[in-house]
């Protein structure tokens, strides 16, 4: 019987089309470190010609799963379930330094967890966006704390009170005639990290609507953990988030009976993961199936018992109201000049991987962001090159991550665009990282942000 690994490689005719849409080869420039490099590594592995040790563990390392090969293979190769299924392998103890394995359990033991990492951050609110925070990263003293540390003290934004608790109702009624009724998924780092964006979503919906339930207990979907190969404690997780819309929706349930049209996300890379519940909580689905712009099939439900869908891909898929698009206004007034002579606000959209190369979401997000009046959207040269977030990448290995994500700010400044848009919260704080150590004053927003301040007035 034909092995996994032979059925998933044998279609790899080294043609070399993988390796400029490669972020790791893009940096460290060695075959061992690009997609074709990996392949023959598992191939090797697979024939007993090479054993699986930390020197070899290393390169499947510096992959960071962001599958731009997948989308720029000719050959159709599924290097995304070769990625997937060697993930847990990497695991083994005896693959990584006992640093770096403790870094690992601490990241998982915080990250997916918001009350956990309220609790951590609490006392940080007196030192994160502060003139403390600048001082110490001019100090240069983080060097001190090596490079893991230093990266995760680069990615700390400034904490916004509403970071340290859900203020949202369980259920948030349509302005209007309801269209669709939808559940939220807030997101784990999100929802600290950057809570504007979940309350931009909530209003752009509810003016669409588009009744919102927001389930109270609910955590992170295992995003984190998924691409990671941690494969039980991201069952767990996914779970549990089941559980929290099990326990709001339905007959004699606080949100009500009628069911939800879709269950909606904010953030990429938990786009890619809730898209993938089926297979991970032990579904009929087959992964093999699941390629980019997949859709669960019939044989294949949603442990939600509604489809998933990012929240871009939701509003281009239904359109926006009518008295939504008619109150979108531009998002630069022009000092009383008439709306003729505005100056359109050049905006550019960067494609977080997950969503490009994992979803297939390309069109819709321009689309929403195209009906904004005065709006003149440019594309950044290397759009489908990963930022160097990728989960938790960008802590675990920062060199690489850092020369991605300085690559990434130069092209995105590089379009001569006022703004920024990221639908990702782990691109948006690489980017913003990034571009403030380069002095470019170019704000990063949630497409969901623009869309809310349009409507609302800038």
Known sequence: MTSFVATNTDPCVHCGFCLPTCASYRVLGTEMDSP???????????????????????????????LACVTACPSGVRYDLLIEATRPK?????????????????????????????????????YAGTPLQNLVRRSGLLRLMGPQLEAIEGLLPPLA??????????VVPAQGP?????????????????????????????????????????????????????????????????????????????????????VLVGASGCGHTLKHYPEILGGEGALESNGPGHRPG????????????DIQE???????????????????????EPASAIRPLRLVYHDACHM?????????????????PHMQLLEAVEAGICCGSAGIYNLVEP?????????????????????????????SLQIRKHLGETGRDLPVLHPVQVLEQSFNGP
């Open 314 to 336: 939701f509003l281009a898929q239904v359109g926006l109201s009518e008295a939504f698009r008619a109150a979108l206004q531009p998002l630069r007034h022009g000092d009383g």
């Open 298 to 309: 019939p044989g294949s439900e949603q442990p939600f018992q509604a489809p998933v869908a």
């Open 36 to 66: 074709r490099g990996r392949i023959h590594a598992l191939k090797a592995i697979e024939a007993g010609e090479l054993v699986l040790d930390a020197t070899v563990a290393s390169h499947f390392d510096s992959c960071l799963g962001c």
């Open 399 to 427: 060199e690489v991550a850092s020369e991605l994500g300085r690559i990434k700010a130069d092209d995105l400044a590089a379009t001569g665009a006022e703004l920024a848009v990221s639908a990702n919260i782990g691109c």
């Open 356 to 372: 490009l190369h994992g979803q297939g979401i390309h069109d819709q997000p321009r689309d929403l962001l195209g009906q904004i």
């Open 161 to 170: 009170p509403e970071a340290f608790a859900d203020r949202f109702p369980l």
């Open 178 to 262: 309801r269209r669709y009724r939808v559940g939220l998924v807030l997101g784990c780092v999100q929802r600290l990290f950057d809570p504007a964006v979940n309350r931009a979503a909530v209003a752009v919906l509810s003016a669409n609507g588009i009744e919102v339930v927001i389930p109270p207990a609910q955590g992170c979907c295992g995003a984190m953990t998924h691409h990671q190969g941690e494969l039980e404690q991201t069952q767990t997780l996914a779970q549990q988030l089941v559980a929290s819309f099990a326990a709001v929706v339905g007959p004699g349930k606080a949100a009500g009976a009628e069911p939800l049209d879709a």
């Open 90 to 126: 990497l695991n083994a103890p005896e693959l990584r330094s006992s640093g770096q394995q403790a870094l690992r359990k601490l990241l998982f033991a915080l990250l997916p967890y918001p009350g956990r990492l309220r609790a951590l951050l609490t006392p940080l609110r007196l």
